[in-house]
């Protein structure tokens, strides 16, 4: 009785339920978090944005949306007054958050198509073989890793048209310019950001998210498969 209730307590309350388990995620948490304020940071500024996503996006896909979430969360609110240092507009309090909770969403959708047993042997083959299974083995391989990262294609987006709107409101306000000037004055200086992001991502996540990780299994979580035994039984379906 009390575990069927436990599935719909929310996410803080099963910090304090689990205790072993969490205390294994807020230290990757923590990790991520860290990682990322350290790219943030740099002084090359907007273009580190890039890279100090990543920490976030493997945190999510490995803990699942909600942590991930939470992560994203609370680095927008360690880095709100260096955002409002930079854009000093009412217009940042609003997107500076929502940009880095969008990034959590990528954790509701895991990346499992490459990994699974005929994509495996599709890559094996792939190896064995050459260039001569090439044209039998990428196109399905190609579309595998396009399916892995529809999360990281859905939250670009989303960060995009977030970033944009805000760029928007912010030039139209200090620069005078009408709606229209502003929106296409933001979305030329966005998407210079937002191509190599986009690429970097779907390169980068699939190959970190199955090395090895000593703190907790490999890097595919987002599964039951992937905890200790001692542990699969503490985790909902």
């Not at 940071?41 to 996503?53: D, T």
């Not at 073989?129 to 989303?158: E, M, N, Q, S």
């Not at 200090?174 to 986009?198: Q, S």
Request: aromatic share 14%.
């Amino acid at each position: 009785m009390f575990k069927r209730e436990a599935k719909s307590l929310p996410f803080c309350y099963n910090l304090l339920m689990k205790p072993r388990t969490d205390t294994r995620m807020i230290t990757e948490m923590g990790l991520a978090l860290a990682l990322a304020l350290l790219f943030a940071f740099l002084p090359i500024r907007r273009w580190m944005l890039i890279p100090a996503s990543l920490p976030i996006y493997f945190f999510a896909y490995r803990r699942g949306g909600r942590p991930g979430m939470l992560c994203g969360l609370l680095f927008s609110l360690l880095t709100l007054p260096r955002a409002f240092i930079d854009l000093p507009h009412p217009v940042v309090l609003l997107e500076n958050p929502l940009e880095y909770l969008i990034v959590g969403l990528a954790g509701f959708f895991p990346m499992t198509k490459l990994s699974n047993p005929q994509n495996r042997e599709l890559r094996e083959e792939l190896k064995n073989h050459g260039l001569g299974a090439a044209w039998k083995t990428l196109p399905a391989l190609f579309w595998a890793w396009v399916y892995d990262c529809r999360g990281i294609l859905l939250t670009c987006v989303l960060r995009f048209l977030t970033v944009v709107l805000g760029s928007m409101v912010f030039y139209a306000y200090y620069y005078h310019l009408a709606y229209p000037a502003a929106l296409g004055m933001a979305f030329v200086l966005e998407i210079r950001i937002f191509l190599p992001g986009l690429l970097f991502f779907m390169l980068a996540l699939p190959f970190l998210l199955r090395l090895p990780i000593p703190l907790y299994g490999t890097g595919m979580v987002n599964s039951k498969e992937n905890l200790p035994d001692a542990e699969k039984n503490s985790h909902p379906d």
